[in-house]
């Protein structure tokens, strides 16, 4: 299902994972629980669009086919979107954002501290930045599942709902393929399988004290970071997302 | 102006302490949260910061509208950290009165079942992108216009949060310009868009600054307690002299054809908005009254149980910690 250059491949993986899941917590604008929540949500969303900037623009350099980093956002279609199917999820209730959100960001975190010992050059320099941004993210994500887990009883019932929903999601993230493969024998990315011994490190922690049950399923939902079968999610989110620049094409915005 | 129509509370303090209060408004002191305060000033300092606080946030929603639709990465970017000052001014507004003894859950209560209002622009609809450049360039403008002049109003904690907010909406209303600009200098659709965002936005602007300072009774109070500084109709003016030219070098044109230069009063003669249409708005007849109130209900409604469990699990925090001390 992959490209024939799996660099390019990778990169469009780090850049529409940020897309995507950037565009829904977008979604929260003016409809979060309380106003603090608003402003880390936009904060968390424009962070993300940065990081996509900045990995989509490289994907485009590399690929060298004069494409820009708004091409590859706005003018392809779902089957050439590397992102995971965590990201694609519909935002549910605030605790389905949130264990989205810790989930993603932990594995996110792991990633790019990886990156920032990238062979590659432009890699570890966006590595670099992102990572400063995901820190916090990660810790604020944590620190709010830790909050509903330990909180009242039906916000422990609601975030455990959203662990038990989002967790089929996580295997994807850490199951190499070709691709993975490929960017660890060239010294771009870590090692997946490593990484999740961390990732399950300190998810455990952050559940433990959250007083929530991690399934015992190692079951895994695939086919979004491969192209090969998104969710029905990811067209109506493109359908949005890509409107105006399919409505208008050309036009300088 | 995010708040209009504010009415001056009536006072019934010791006439000495009154006077005492207007000499040190007078000669221009601050104002602070612990200082005595005529009620009346108190009580109108709530509702016109609340509902300030309230436009900000009620104001997310027509922003937040195009946040998933922006045409690209850039404008997406812009328009995100927009929103996300606009809460932050909510955040500040809402700060401020709570120093006057009001809290932020019980303003939120009154924005929530209608006793508090929030600025009548937020009640339309946004239809194109080019909504977003109106709103920033026509919208936070006039806020701006009637901001800037905040900044000096005599109670400390609102005149140092409107220092700030003014930084930023200057940003904005750039923004909003830019986006203007591409619009106008782009495709027959770009332009036709950029007309009809104009068409739409301009009297709803003009009501910004709340009807003619001859039918309204209550400034009059408000002025000698700098919590207002100007008359509705001046930073009308103003605001339509400053834009008209600025609508001109995008090649648009103002809606108004009775719009003429007036040398000798040195502004423009223009058509005032439909004051009937205004009431209608604040009344809750507005194209989007409905909506704006039911999202902000709905949000409030659908997040008690984060707010509850993240104040439980405090709580328990809080009795942890002291158990162990």
């Known amino acids: 299902m992959s490209t024939a250059d799996p660099y390019f491949d990778f990169l469009c993986r780090m850049g529409d994972n940020t897309l995507i899941l950037g565009h829904r917590v977008s979604e929260w604008c003016g409809h979060s629980p309380v106003l603090e929540e608003d402003i880390a949500l936009a904060n968390i969303a424009l962070d993300l669009i940065g990081q996509t900037q900045m990995w989509l623009g490289l994907a485009a350099e590399v690929e060298g086919k004069g494409r820009t980093a708004d091409d590859l956002a706005m003018l392809r279609d779902v089957w050439d979107f590397r992102s995971a199917l965590i990201v694609e999820q519909p935002n549910g209730d605030f605790g389905q954002t949130l264990m989205r959100q810790f989930l993603f960001d932990t594995w996110h975190l792991l990633m790019l501290q990886g990156l920032t010992k990238s062979c590659e050059p432009r890699v570890a320099e966006i590595a670099a930045k992102a990572v400063k941004e995901v820190m916090y993210h990660v810790e604020r994500s944590g620190d709010t599942v830790i909050g509903l887990g330990d909180g009242t009883e039906e916000s422990h019932t609601k975030i455990q709902a959203a662990l038990d929903l989002m967790w089929p999601y996580v295997g994807e993230l850490f199951t190499p393929d070709a691709v993975d493969e490929a960017m660890l024998a060239a010294g771009i990315a870590p090692d997946l399988t490593e990484m999740r011994k961390t990732f399950e490190a300190q998810v455990s922690a952050v559940m433990a004290e959250a007083t929530l049950t991690i399934p015992d399923s190692r079951f895994a939902h695939k086919g979004g970071k491969s192209g090969f079968q998104h969710t029905e999610h990811l067209g109506h989110l493109l359908t949005n997302m890509q409107w105006l620049q399919r409505a208008y094409p050309g036009a300088n915005w | 102006m995010y708040a209009q129509m504010i009415k001056s509370e009536a006072t019934q303090d010791d006439p000495e302490k009154l006077a005492a209060f207007q000499v040190r408004i007078d000669a221009g002191d601050k104002i602070e949260p612990k200082d005595w305060m005529p009620e009346g000033y108190r009580k109108t300092l709530i509702r016109q910061i609340g509902q300030h606080a309230h436009s900000e946030i009620v104001g997310q929603l027509p922003e937040g509208n195009w946040i998933t639709r922006a045409p690209t990465l850039e404008r997406k970017a812009i328009l995100l950290a927009k929103v996300q000052d606009e809460a932050g001014h909510g955040l500040y507004l809402y700060c401020a009165a709570e120093t006057l003894g009001v809290t932020r859950d019980e303003l939120t209560e009154m924005l929530l079942d209608g006793r508090m209002k929030y600025s009548s622009i937020f009640n339309y609809p946004t239809l194109t992108w080019a909504d977003m450049g109106a709103v920033g360039w026509l919208v936070d403008g006039a806020a701006i216009m009637n901001q800037v002049p905040l900044q000096r109003t005599s109670f400390g904690p609102y005149s140092r949060a409107m220092i700030r907010i003014c930084k930023e909406e200057s940003f904005h209303q750039r923004q909003g310009y830019d986006i203007m600009m591409k619009m106008a200098n782009g495709t027959e659709a770009q332009k036709r868009m950029a007309q009809d965002a104009l068409n739409r936005m301009w009297f709803p602007s003009l009501m910004m600054f709340g009807p003619s300072d001859a039918e309204s009774v209550h400034s009059e109070q408000s002025m000698s307690w700098k919590i207002k500084m100007n008359g509705n109709d001046e930073l009308r003016q103003k605001f339509v002299d400053q834009t008209v030219p600025q609508a001109e070098f995008l090649g648009l044109t103002v809606p108004d054809p009775d719009l003429?230069?007036?040398?000798?009063?040195?502004?423009?003669?223009?058509?005032?908005?439909?004051?009937?249409?205004?009431?209608?708005?604040?009344?809750?007849?507005?194209?989007?009254?409905?909506?704006?109130?039911?999202?902000?209900?709905?949000?409030?409604?659908?997040?008690?149980?984060?707010?509850?469990?993240?104040?439980?699990?405090?709580?328990?925090?809080?009795?942890?910690?002291?158990?162990a001390e």
């Not at chain 2, 004051?275 to 704006?292: A, H, I, S, T």
């Not at chain 2, 104040?311 to 158990?323: I, S």
Request: with cysteine.
């Open chain 2, 260 to 323: 003429k230069w007036n040398e000798t009063k040195g502004g423009y003669d223009f058509t005032g908005p439909d004051w009937d249409e205004f009431f209608d708005v604040l009344r809750g007849n507005g194209p989007c009254n409905k909506e704006r109130l039911a999202a902000r209900n709905k949000a409030w409604d659908d997040g008690a149980w984060v707010r509850d469990g993240l104040m439980a699990h405090a709580e328990k925090k809080r009795a942890a910690k002291l158990a």
